[in-house]
Nanobody, 123 residues
Framework: QVQLVESGGGLVQAGGSLRLSCAAS????????MGWFRQAPGKEREFVAG????????YYADSVKGRFTISRDNAKNKVYLQMNSLKPEDTAVYYC????????????????WGQGTQVTVSS
């Protein structure tokens, strides 16, 4: 099983940027599709961005399209989320996760989550 450690969150003003990192352990990382999810207070966890095992295919939630960019470095077992033009509604705990299938399942599918990293965007 892949172990996950997210980092890079913080407090930023609206319009600012942050870069999140996800360090994954486990020999299967490079064969997994990976993605970022988030959970705001009082809301369900939601999908944010996904990337194929080889980094060729990426896809995003409509709410972040054009502002966020997901990438990965299989040599370092890391996945990144560059977040630009941040909005207060982006405030949430951000998590990464992965799956061997081509397309990531919805958040309810996963049994394991890392501790996440808090992103707070002030207006």
């Amino acid at each position: 099983q892949v172990q996950l450690v997210e980092s890079g969150g913080g407090l930023v003003q609206a319009g600012g940027s942050l870069r999140l990192s996800c360090a994954a352990s486990g020999r299967t990382f490079s064969s997994y599709a990976m993605g970022w999810f988030r959970q705001a207070p009082g809301k369900e966890r939601e999908f944010v961005a996904g990337i194929s095992w080889n980094g060729i295919s990426t896809y995003y939630a409509d709410s972040v399209k054009g502002r966020f960019t997901i990438s990965r470095d299989n040599a370092k077992n890391k996945v990144y989320l560059q977040m630009n033009s941040l909005k207060p509604e982006d405030t949430a705990v951000y998590y990464c996760n992965g799956d061997p299938r081509e397309r990531l399942p919805p958040p309810g599918y996963y049994d394991y989550w890392g501790q996440g990293t808090q992103v707070t965007v002030s207006s």
